[in-house]
């Protein structure tokens, strides 16, 4: 078991494919249990390195008390991803979002890794009343517990700006082993990177785009600073991302595709079109025009029109589509065929069925 972990932890630092899962819900708005494992088989057979599941994606609301499914997706994707390394061999990094003030995110973490989880990804997230420096000695708290991924969140969905001085004493908590970095924002990632690059535990950190509306360039881009006579160099090795939960095995062909491209001297100009590309799709997945109030049942669309989800159902009633986002899709999808995983999903989906 700590021969898994540690691989694991080897796979989260060399950059990695991971998903942040959805939550399947019913016609009744209850668990779905059968349609959360059939996800659970489509994301694993699609190559991905790890699976991050009780984040933003899996509807924060699974916390509440009268929910109650924040233990039980825990279970149930570390049940299903251990199947799957016991079947092949393949070890797959386990992320559980933690979130709430000091109290609630060490009692999530204990959760996390008492169901055998690798690392936890540490929302900011409604905490905008307490100081930075509060919040730097509540990532303590939790990274005594288990590995940290800290997390800039972007403010449209409860995060907030923080000071380069912030990143800096973050990057020099032990056992902070990753950032995600998703703020949406070039300003406040390049303080992420700059402050990432110039740690003492540079070498430690490895960054992952949480940038959806920009994740090619996020993967492409090396961030070179010179100080005092030395040169420093950080990237984002790997994507932690919403966008990531649907097409995941084009986003796993994509994730390779940058990475072949980052080791060359120029850029090809047919990256930057796919950039835009994947960048317009996110728009209409995430529905930014109404500042990401679709965000959520925008993923549930396409999965439900592959037949991996059974309704758009979430937690929240008031959580829906927005007024022309499936016209929208209806655009992006005769637009850029080759970013959709359809066929794949359609060819392989009875035999994952017949696994449950």
């Known amino acids: ?51 991050a599941t009780a984040v933003h994606s899996t509807q924060f609301e699974i916390r509440d008390p009268e929910v109650n499914l924040f233990e039980p997706i825990l279970k149930l994707v570390s049940d299903e991803i251990t199947d799957f390394e016991n079947k092949t ?16 995110a060490v009692k999530e973490a204990q959760l996390a890794k008492k169901y055998g989880y690798d690392a936890v990804l540490l929302s900011p997230g409604g905490l905008n009343d307490l100081r930075e420096e509060e919040l730097i000695e509540r990532t303590k708290a939790v990274a005594q517990i288990m590995p940290v991924i800290g997390f800039y969140l972007q403010t449209a969905v ?39 690059a110039l740690s003492s535990r540079s070498d430690e950190i490895t960054l992952y785009t949480g940038n959806d509306d920009n994740i090619v360039i996020d993967l492409l881009t090396t961030y070179k600073f010179d100080v005092d006579g030395k040169h420093y160099e950080k990237g984002f090795e790997g994507g932690l991302l919403g966008h990531w939960s649907v097409w995941t095995k084009k986003a796993v062909e994509l994730f390779e595709l940058c990475k072949k491209e980052k080791g060359k001297e120029q850029i090809s100009t047919e990256m930057l079109s796919i950039a835009n590309a994947v960048t317009d799709t996110n728009a209409v997945l995430f529905d930014g025009a109404n500042n990401f109030a679709g965000c959520i049942p925008g ?4 999965l439900k029109k592959q037949g991996l989800m059974k309704t758009l159902n979430c937690i929240n009633p008031d959580e829906k589509l927005s007024d022309g986002q499936i016209e929208e899709f209806e655009r992006i999808y005769a637009m850029y065929p080759n970013l959709f995983d359809d066929d794949f999903v359609k060819e392989n989906i009875d035999t994952w069925k017949s696994q449950l």
């Open 299 to 302: 993923l549930h669309y396409v």
């Open 158 to 196: 409860g995060g907030r700006r923080f000071s380069y001085n912030y990143w800096q004493k973050l990057c020099e908590i032990p056992n902070v082993v990753a950032i995600k970095a998703a703020p949406f924002n070039r300003y406040m990632s390049l303080d992420v990177a700059r402050a990432a």
């Open 89 to 104: 061999g393949k070890v797959i990094v386990k992320v559980a979002g933690c979130c709430g003030k000091t109290q609630q």
């Open 1 to 51: 078991m700590i021969n898994r972990h540690l691989k694991a932890l080897e796979i989260l630092k060399s950059g990695t494919v991971i998903p942040a899962t959805p939550l399947a819900l019913d016609e009744n708005r209850k668990f779905d249990e059968y349609s959360q494992r059939l996800l659970m088989k489509y994301y694993l057979n699609c190559g991905v390195g790890g699976i």
